[in-house]
């Protein structure tokens, strides 16, 4: 018998969770745009609901497409399963909800998207979950915000907006040894760049509206489990591990040795909360998922040639991208990420405020707009536009400038991106 | 359910359910580096549907306690101590791949505690490569990711699967990667190392049902005939384009083909 092999990534990219209609032969993922399916018969039904038999009921739970999406990214990212959700935001908030409630605590890294943020500092508050924030690269800070009721730690794998690496491999042995999960959120990266199942993360989501979607025309959000994390033997989540009377006391772990995580998360996180997504959303994410190790590669072509044009220029003072040197991530950015760091990243403009407006009203291939991952060039000032209310001080805590701007280099000629950058450069620095 | 057999804590899933002296009891056991999740669709709907299901983590497997068992006659035996534990006198017995051969040794040693056998994913000899023997004895991932991709269909590692949302090679991993050091390369050696398959057969008494897949590498339908023609009258259904992971490829198929069967 000759030596196994897995499918490779390119492979997966197109073909996971997929085969052909066994109807019409469709070679495409059908769309299923559909609430519910037509049960066989009245014990068919009864065995659905009860999970006696796997198949689809209401679309809020599971659908035909939905599933050909959650299979991909799983496939990619190496775990067991995944669930799509409504918006990465709602598969950040679905994986919470799955393993935690009143009196809980998380501990996070500072370097989040500002909603990933507000989620944790301003709104589960309100519903009992704190949050306390760490610097990402200080991994006593991490282990020493731990407390007692702490059920998760959190991070990006690139942070937002500095791009600080996220030491997984650190910060996983942290969490596993106070049998706690680690969650990243994988956006900037995605399974391209890095897999941080195989760097010992638990958990992880995407916004799909970023790059794995990559045309930027829909909201999307993936959540999914490694099924590596014993939620038995941490006996700290009582969510997957005790009988649930919302479910004919069932108990999540006996039930699913290595999937009680998604399976919680579908029977009561989409049925309860409901932040489904629309099988034409995932419809156009696997689109999008199709070419993503072609479109990763060169934004990550792209960037490094835009990098280099900016670290030449005299307006500019300093560039927060982990494949430079000058990046306090680098060493580590160096071991993790060797294919590269991304296509967002922030650089400083001398000048300040004004000089960032000049920039921005200046630029003609770039859109400015708040959004990373496009397969078009994207800009923001975030200290005119997503931070306007921060002061200096508070911009500066952020790791924000008043001259920071924020690029996500696209899929254009790298060649029109560095002459519309050049020229913005000029118009900024005119008094 | 936890039992107390022959005084090690034994574990099998029962869809939470109590088990009812009147009722039939069908008796489920999983194949080598498993547990009871392998049956987890087809036990509970029997557990659902007026039978008491017992979906079983063999020793050392699961939440079974160990050490895992050395022979498939062991398994056997041990599964008639689970009867017993648990108060049943006969039970259908539904096994895969190696717990198919448990479940044949039970019926063979123990006909009067088996009202009915189905062997799914089944062969005789059940032969283990030596590389695959070897990186199982060395605790090499390989032997995973062997039994991972010769385990499954071409198409089912591609995906599609019925549980909406689980991508199965990558489950399939994690449960073997969840089991004990050692308790592996036990289970293939028994399996390599079964070598009663026709005799035990031939003492096979009750209804038998083989479930086989068209596409298995692991255990190929044409391995299965010395066991077919062994059991007197026993019945097999052949699964199109399946491979030796029936329960999960297949979910559906392999339990219409039990309900018949055991109905």
């Known amino acids: ?52 038999r796997a198949g689809h009921v209401y679309s809020r739970i599971s659908n035909p497409t939905n599933a050909v999406l959650e299979e991909r990214i ?27 409630g009143a009196g809980s605590h ?147 772990t006996e039930e699913s040795t290595v999937a009680a995580f998604l399976l919680r998360a579908r029977r009561e996180g989409l049925r309860d909360f409901g932040a489904c997504m629309s099988p034409t959303t995932a419809f156009y994410i696997l689109q999008g998922i199709e070419t993503l190790p072609l479109r990763m590669a060169r934004h990550v072509e792209n960037t490094r040639k835009v990098v280099e044009f900016l670290s030449q220029q005299a307006a500019v ?21 060797p294919r590269g760091c991304g296509a967002v990243f922030s650089f400083s403009l001398k000048g300040g405020r004004p000089a960032g ?71 900024s620095q005119k008094a | 359910m ?12 029962t869809a939470g359910r109590a088990l009812e002296s009147n009722r039939p009891t069908v008796v489920f056991v999983h194949g080598a580096a498993n547990d009871h999740s392998a049956f987890l669709l087809q036990s509970r709907y029997f557990a659902y549907h007026g039978y008491n299901a017992l979906a079983l ?49 039970c019926a063979a040693r123990h006909p009067a505690r088996a009202r009915a056998l189905a062997l799914i994913g089944t062969a005789w000899p059940m032969s283990v490569g030596d590389a695959l023997l070897e990186a199982a004895r060395e605790d090499r991932h390989a032997a995973f990711d062997m039994v991972n991709v010769w385990g499954h269909s071409g198409a089912a590692q591609v995906g599609g699967n019925t549980v909406p949302g689980m991508w199965m090679t990558g489950a399939y991993l994690r449960l073997l990667e969840r089991s004990k050091p050692q308790v592996f390369h036990t289970d293939l050696k028994a399996c390599k190392d079964y ?32 066991l077919q023609s062994a059991i007197a009258g026993a019945r097999t259904i052949m699964l199109d384009g399946a491979g030796h992971s029936l329960m999960a490829e297949r979910p559906d198929a392999v339990l219409e083909a039990l309900i018949a069967f055991l109905e």
């Open chain 1, 1 to 52: 018998m000759s030596q196994p092999k897995y499918l490779r990534f390119d492979t997966l990219s197109l073909h996971a969770g997929q085969q052909p209609d066994p109807q019409f032969g469709a070679r495409a993922t059908p769309i299923y745009q559909t609430t519910s399916y037509v049960f066989k018969d009245a014990d068919q039904a009864a065995s659905l609901f009860n999970m006696e």
């Open chain 1, 74 to 100: 799983a496939a990619l990212e190496g775990g067991v399963g995944a669930i799509a959700a409504a918006s990465g935001q709602a598969a950040m908030h679905l994986a919470i909800a799955t393993l935690m």
């Open chain 1, 106 to 252: 998380i501990v996070a890294s500072h370097s989040l998207y500002g909603g990933s943020h507000n989620l944790l500092a301003y709104t589960l508050p309100r519903f009992g979950v704190e949050t306390t924030f760490v610097s990402s690269r200080d991994l006593d800070a991490w282990r020493g915000a731990i407390r007692p009721n702490t059920r998760l730690l959190f991070g990006e794998t690139l942070g937002n907006p500095g791009l600080d690496v996220l030491d997984v491999p650190g910060v996983a042995q942290i969490a596993h040894a106070a049998k706690l999960p680690l969650l990243v959120d994988a956006t900037f990266t995605t399974p391209y760049l890095m897999r941080p199942f195989d760097l010992g993360a638990d958990l992880l989501f995407h916004s799909a509206t970023k790059f794995l979607s990559g045309h930027g025309i829909v909201i999307g959000g993936l959540l999914v489990d490694s099924g590596r994390f014993d939620w038995d033997a941490s006996g700290k989540f009582p969510t997957l591990t005790e009988p649930y009377a919302g479910f004919h006391g069932m108990d999540f």
């Open chain 1, 317 to 337: 003072e300093a560039i927060g991208y982990p494949e430079l040197p000058s990046h306090p991530d680098h060493v580590l950015a160096r071991k993790l990420l």
């Open chain 1, 357 to 427: 407006r000049r920039f921005i009203e200046s630029l003609r291939v770039f859109s400015h707009l708040a959004n990373v991952g496009d397969a078009k060039s994207l800009v923001i000032h975030p200290a005119t536009t997503t931070h306007f209310r921060m002061d200096d001080a508070a911009l500066a805590a952020a790791g924000i400038g008043p001259g920071t701007v924020r690029l996500s280099i696209g899929l254009e000629d790298p060649d029109d991106l560095v002459e519309d950058l050049d020229r913005a450069l000029r118009a």
């Open chain 2, 2 to 13: 936890e039992l107390n057999v022959s005084g090690k804590k034994a574990y099998a899933y």
């Open chain 2, 57 to 105: 983590d063999l020793p050392g497997h699961g939440r079974s306690e160990g050490p895992s068992l050395g022979t498939v006659g062991e398994m056997g035996d041990w599964i008639a101590a689970v009867l017993d534990a648990a108060s049943i006198e006969r039970a259908a017995l539904v096994g895969h791949s190696m717990g198919s051969l448990a479940a044949l040794e």
């Open chain 2, 195 to 226: 070598s009663d398959g026709p005799a035990s057969a031939a003492k096979v008494s009750c209804p038998a049902l083989f479930i086989l897949g068209s596409r298995d590498v692991m255990t190929p339908p044409r391995n299965a005939k010395t």
